[in-house]
Antibody, heavy 122, light 109 residues
Framework: QVQLVESGGGVVQPGRSLRLSCAAS????????MHWVRQAPGKGLEWVAI????????FYADSVKGRFTISRDNSKNTLFLQTSSVRPEDTALYYC???????????????WGKGTTVTVSS | EIVLTQSPATLSLSPGERATLSCRAS??????LAWYQQKAGQAPRLLIY???NRATGIPARFSGSGSGTDFTLTISSLEPEDFAVYYC???????????FGPGTKVDIK
């Protein structure tokens, strides 16, 4: 079945870096754009970034632009989010999600992982 | 940046009642509007895409309508498992940037 499993979360000090991973299975990962979406404790959903199916294009929310980098390894069916210069407000549950139509950017996300938690604290 | 506003923030209803949730965009998003359901401790689940299309496996009691700036999610008769938080989400034409509304919590009256 189609599945996304995030990992790599943890406690990180302000200003440091952390790399999140999302392992995909059950579909042709290299055909689909992928997203990162986060949710601060007790808050709503915030879109973070999208990467095209082939990794050639990336787009970011203003809140993370210049600090976070989305990337992918299609040979390993894995999505990444490199977070740097993290701030306390980056504390959240980070979800990866699939853009549902191959080889394009759609307007919604159809498959979600269960998330990995990032806590920024000294 | 397109801002989404959802109302009400909380909707208190009884099982069997009809729920009507609103999502308003600060500028037109055409029909690029999706709805998600999120239960406590779970990932969001796609309910409706492109304003009115039900996602795979979503019961017929869920329906979406609207275009431009005003959208509605309707649950025709609430089941116990429908009490949750509902988010709307849009995508800008180009670049492809996405935003979520703040959510509407549907709780048991």
């Amino acid at each position: 079945q189609v599945q996304l499993v995030e990992s790599g979360g943890g406690v990180v000090q302000p200003g440091r870096s952390l790399r999140l991973s999302c392992a995909a299975s059950g579909f042709t990962f290299s055909s689909y754009a992928m997203h990162w979406v986060r949710q601060a404790p007790g808050k709503g959903l915030e879109w973070v970034a999208i990467i095209s199916y082939d990794g050639s294009n990336q787009f970011y929310a203003d809140s993370v632009k210049g600090r976070f980098t989305i990337s992918r390894d299609n040979s390993k069916n894995t999505l990444f989010l490199q977070t740097s210069s993290v701030r306390p407000e980056d504390t959240a549950l980070y979800y990866c999600a699939r853009d549902p139509v191959p080889a394009t950017y759609c307007s919604y996300m159809d498959v979600w992982g269960k998330g990995t938690t990032v806590t920024v604290s000294s | 940046e397109i801002v989404l506003t959802q109302s009400p923030a909380t909707l208190s209803l009884s099982p069997g009642e009809r729920a009507t949730l609103s999502c308003r965009a600060s500028q037109s998003v055409s029909r690029y509007l999706a709805w998600y359901q999120q239960k406590a401790g779970q990932a969001p689940r796609l309910l409706i895409y492109d304003a009115s299309n039900r996602a795979t496996g979503i019961p017929a009691r869920f329906s979406g309508s609207g275009s431009g700036t005003d959208f509605t999610l309707t649950i025709s008769s609430l089941e116990p498992e429908d009490f949750a938080v509902y988010y709307c989400q849009q995508r800008s034409t180009w670049p492809p940037l996405f935003t979520f509304g703040p959510g509407t919590k549907v709780d048991i009256k």
